[in-house]
């Protein structure tokens, strides 16, 4: 990239990070208010009352993201960035359809530094390739965990089998938070395919264990902070349960179909978010319709400084800096 065209990257990234942060959508509630996962040992309960949830919030307005991705902020840092934590921000790219296209839509290279991005992929493929030497191909039920770390230069765009066939498209694109210790580490990629999942029946619905453990299950996602991140299918109308640890974020994604929450049935509305609280031991009960799915995110708060600045999350005002100027002095790499 020539010194013009990375001067016109680093302004519309600084466009990009301004507006987001000057967003003016607060919280409104709704309802009532070791290295690679190895402490998820206390996933166990000891009481049975559902746990309580503590808000819901209304995602985003929809915006596209590069040309392969209209999508809605479902939630982002500047929200609450300890409530939300280890989690910063979730985009929903909801079910479209894209027509047969001779070239490849979505985002071209741009930098990260400092967490991880999570692309699940329910609908359609994408194909990722970075600065590290990750990459490959996801579709219909796989995942990407990719760990930036101390930094990478990727893109994501549509498969180019898919972009000559079109297709419906539907992905879910999460970030998570690295401790402070883990921010400069080596970035790493992980393709996880569906067939890997570990599949739990939990009453009315059908959960695929990503990362963390469940139900005596694990699934097969490495991760640097204790989290334990599934979906749900419901087969029937009924009610869904499952034990997370107390003290963790819970938040809970509708994404089709309305849920409600315990006993007194407190609804999520699709595509709008629940935070559970956290000193609460309980299960997480849930009731749907057939055919409702849900995302569930349980992780252990980090308890650190957030200071996001588009595509760099770290802990100081001063370390974002240095990664703007690490990543135009190239140090974060470059795509070939």
Known sequence: MDGTSRRGVLATLGAAAAAAMSWGFGPRLLGRSSEDGQMQTSAKTKT??????????????????????????????????????????????????????????????????????????????????????????????????????????????????????????????????????????????????????????????????????????????????????????????????????SGWTTLVFPLEGDVTVGPDRQPIPSRHFGVFDRDHDGPVQLHAREGARVLVLAGQPLHEPVVAYGPFVMNTREEIVQAFRDYQSGRMGRLL
């Open 48 to 245: 049975r009352t559902p746990r309580r949830l503590r808000g819901v919030y209304p995602p985003g307005p929809e915006h596209w993201v590069g040309d392969g991705f209209l999508v809605k902020t479902v939630f982002w840092p500047q929200i609450d960035p300890q409530m939300l934590s280890p989690f910063l921000l979730l985009d929903h790219a909801a079910r479209r359809r894209f027509e047969a296209s001779p070239w490849r839509r979505g985002v071209g290279e741009h930098p990260h530094r400092g967490f991880e991005t999570v692309t699940f992929a329910y609908q359609g493929e994408i194909e990722h390739r970075d600065s590290a030497g990750g990459g490959g191909r996801i579709g219909p039920g796989d995942v990407q965990w990719m760990t930036a770390a101390s930094g990478v230069v990727h893109e994501e765009k549509h498969s180019q089998a898919f972009s000559e066939r079109g297709g419906d498209f539907e992905m879910v694109q999460l970030w998570v938070n690295l401790p402070a210790s883990k921010k400069m580490s080596e970035p790493r990629y992980q393709p996880l395919l569906d067939r890997e999942f570990p599949r739990l029946t939990l009453g009315a619905a059908e959960a695929r264990l990503v990362a963390g453990t469940l139900d005596g299950k694990t699934g097969p996602a490495r991760t640097h902070t204790p989290i334990t991140t599934f979906d749900l299918r419901f087969h029937a109308e009924g009610s869904s349960e499952a034990e997370l640890p």
